[in-house]
């Protein structure tokens, strides 16, 4: 894979490394441009009394894209690195996350679903949250969540589109319908996505999205980019040749490429 649009690292609290132990991994494994892509700081709810580890706090975020920027700038001519930011959709918090999409100068920023009102359903330690609850209303209430958020104009891309099956609860009804919707709305606003490797890791045991998603996602014209969703510098481009084979199968011959928040394209 010539590029990797979605990395994190230790500010987050959650990965390892710094931003350039990532720069030099992707340099390393021959990439021609590195996606950095930490998670945007907590806005609803408070980082002192929610669990521990989940996002930069707010007064890092100049820093990251300061630092991002450097870095940016001291590899140049030996890889292309795009600052990024994996954005949370929240329902009810737009006009914050605009804020933040607007105050710094972004390659590309990812729009991912985590949270469902306080309750992030990619957090290992909140997955009791499934017990007593209806697998279907949740897919639903989730899938409602990523409609919105393609329809918000703040993103360039949405990340793990199907990432609610990540713990394996999956309803007995049949979700097609469901993920199409999402993918709909993401042709609609003329939004791309990812093939996120990560979930490879999780119970789910296949990326996000399905092959069956990516193959509608061709079907709608719906641009892909590939992330790793790397936490530690090694992961970088993870399961690369994996994610080729599943883009080629769906039929598509191009990776979708961000700069300065215009969508760009190379061959796979
Ligand atoms: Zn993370
Ligand atoms: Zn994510």
Request: with cysteine.
């Amino acid at each position: 894979m010539r590029v990797d649009y979605h990395t994190h690292h230790a500010r987050c609290g959650h990965a390892v490394g710094d931003l350039e132990a990532y720069i030099q991994s992707a340099i390393t494994k021959g990439m021609e441009q590195i996606g950095l892509s930490d998670h945007m700081p907590l806005l609803h709810v408070d980082p002192a009394t929610y669990y521990p580890e989940m996002a930069m706090p707010m007064d890092e975020l100049p820093r990251y894209v300061e630092e991002c920027l450097k870095l940016k700038e001291k590899y140049k001519g030996r890889i292309s690195v795009r600052v990024g930011l994996e954005g949370d959709y929240i329902e009810g918090c737009e006009d914050k996350i605009a804020e933040i999409v607007r105050a710094y100068p972004w390659d590309y920023v990812i729009g991912s679903v985590h949270f469902l009102g306080t309750w992030d359903i990619t957090d290992f330690r909140q997955v009791h949250n499934w017990e007593g609850r209806n697998p279907l209303q949740v897919y639903e209430r989730y899938y409602d969540a990523v409609r919105k958020a393609a329809a918000t104009g703040l993103y360039d891309y949405l990340g793990h589109i199907d990432a609610i099956k990540r713990f394996g609860y999956r309803p007995q009804e049949d979700v097609t319908d469901l993920e199409d919707s999402a993918l709909e709305a993401v042709a609609k606003h003329g939004l791309a996505i990812e093939l996120n490797a990560a979930g490879i890791h999780a119970p789910c045991k296949e990326m996000y999205p399905s092959l069956r998603m990516l193959k509608r996602a061709k079907e709608l014209g719906i641009p892909v980019t590939y992330g790793s969703d790397a936490h530690h510098p090694d992961k970088v481009g993870q399961k690369s040749a994996d994610a080729k084979a599943l883009l080629l199968e769906a039929g598509f011959t191009e990776i979708a490429t961000f700069e300065n928040r215009h969508r760009g394209k190379i061959p796979v």
